[in-house]
């Protein structure tokens, strides 16, 4: 079993440098969010995360879904003032940057990142928790708010594993 990472002492520069690699990735995804639907469809992805750029300061990474068609690209930058990340997500399918998230990561070692953003017309607060992160496997998860973050409901996860020659 992979021991996790030791907790961050000081978030900021260099939170992303545990993505840095290639991963195989499983999917869940809620079908038909916010209705109350309860099945998730389930699919694999590959992340290739090409290195921290500007000291560490940023990070880009590319995730292909190969049952799905499409792919995706997330770009994530630090603003040291605010000693926050901001992480934008681009689709293969629209090619349009959605607007970012905002968060940084805590003392326990996870980080969450909200901001606004719409989903089919109906305006939500988005939710990205990083966490689990060990040095061969992360969690990812994406959850919407329709009531101004009192209650969420996750839509996506992904479960991270490292590939070949990057899991050590």
Do not use: Y
């Amino acid at each position: 079993m992979n021991a996790p990472l030791p907790a961050l002492r000081k978030p900021g520069i260099g939170d992303f440098d545990f993505l840095v690699g290639t991963w195989h990735v499983t999917n869940r995804r809620l079908v038909a969010p916010l209705t109350g639907c309860t099945e998730w469809d389930r699919f694999p992805g590959t992340v290739v995360c090409h290195g921290t750029l500007f000291g560490g300061a940023a990070n880009l990474d590319e995730i292909s879904f190969p049952t799905k068609g499409f792919s995706g690209l997330t770009l994530r930058l630090f603003d040291p003032v605010r000693a926050e990340w901001s992480l934008s997500w681009v689709s293969s399918r629209t090619g349009l940057l959605q607007p970012p998230v905002v968060g940084r990561f805590h003392d326990d070692g996870h980080g969450e990142f909200h901001g606004a953003d719409t989903h089919e017309g109906t305006p939500v607060l988005c939710r990205f928790v990083w966490s689990r992160i060990t040095s061969a496997s992360a969690q990812w998860e994406q959850a919407f708010s329709t009531d101004g973050g009192q209650s969420w409901e996750t839509n996506w996860t992904m479960d991270f594993r490292r590939t070949g020659k990057d899991a050590a």
